[in-house]
T-cell receptor
């Protein structure tokens, strides 16, 4: 398995534009996490899905952010409209919910810069 | 809600020496997992070690070991024979094992420097 795959690796966009980040889960995993990492706030959990269902979205900053899982192996995080304060590294991670290996496997992250 | 606290923003260790990174957590649950992740400058998040709360034995992975104190809600990471490649941010994380929740909650991290 190629691991968790995120795209794009880097994104530079202008304030007000729509941004879509993509994530492909490891085959067979049923949990999906989206995180945002900044120097000031560290690693923040944005949203957590289990079996394609959002379980906890309390970390989503505001209505400008939305996340979906159209199928069991793929997820998107959309920011519309984007603002400079959204600049951060965004990670997705997948895992099994239970069992001997419940640890999350991370993608390499998307560095988002909003100018 | 569960919280994870890493009280050491930065630590430093001499190459070949031993260092211990601290982590405490707060939860009312009895069944959960604890993890240490490493994030080198490449920004890739790498699992270092995993501990199941129901196991009394402390987990060990080569030079990495933990001291899991369930009653004290403490989960420290010991790195023995430190190497230059161990320099990274280290994150402690908690995950509930039961129920419908399963969030993976991280601490703020400890930046480890290794001196040659």
């Amino acid at each position: 398995d190629a691991g968790v795959i995120q795209s794009p690796r880097h994104e530079v966009t202008e304030m007000g534009q729509e941004v879509t980040l993509r994530c492909k889960l490891i085959s067979g995993h049923n949990s999906l996490f989206w995180y945002r990492q900044t120097m000031m706030r560290g690693l923040e959990l944005l949203i957590y899905f289990n079996n394609n269902v959002p379980i906890d979205d309390s970390g989503m900053p505001e209505d400008r952010f939305s996340a979906k899982m159209p199928n069991a192996s793929f997820s998107t995080l959309k920011i519309q409209p984007s603002e400079p304060r959204d600049s951060a590294v965004y990670f997705c991670a997948s895992s099994l919910r239970r069992g001997p290996h419940p640890e999350a496997f991370f993608g390499q992250g998307t560095r988002l810069t909003v100018v | 809600a569960q919280t994870v606290t890493q009280s050491q923003p930065e630590m430093s260790v001499q190459e070949a020496e031993t260092v211990t990174l601290s982590c405490t957590y707060d939860t009312s649950e009895s069944d959960y997992y604890l993890f240490w992740y490493k994030q080198p400058p490449s920004r890739q998040m790498i699992l270092v070690i995993r501990q199941e709360a129901y196991k009394q034995q402390n987990a060990t992975e080569n030079r990495f070991s933990v001291n899991f104190q369930k009653a004290a809600k403490s989960f420290s990471l010991k790195i023995s024979d430190s190497q230059l490649g161990d320099a990274a941010m280290y994150f402690c994380a908690y995950r509930s094992a039961g129920g419908s929740q399963g969030n993976l909650i991280f601490g703020k991290g400890t930046k480890l420097s290794v001196k040659p």
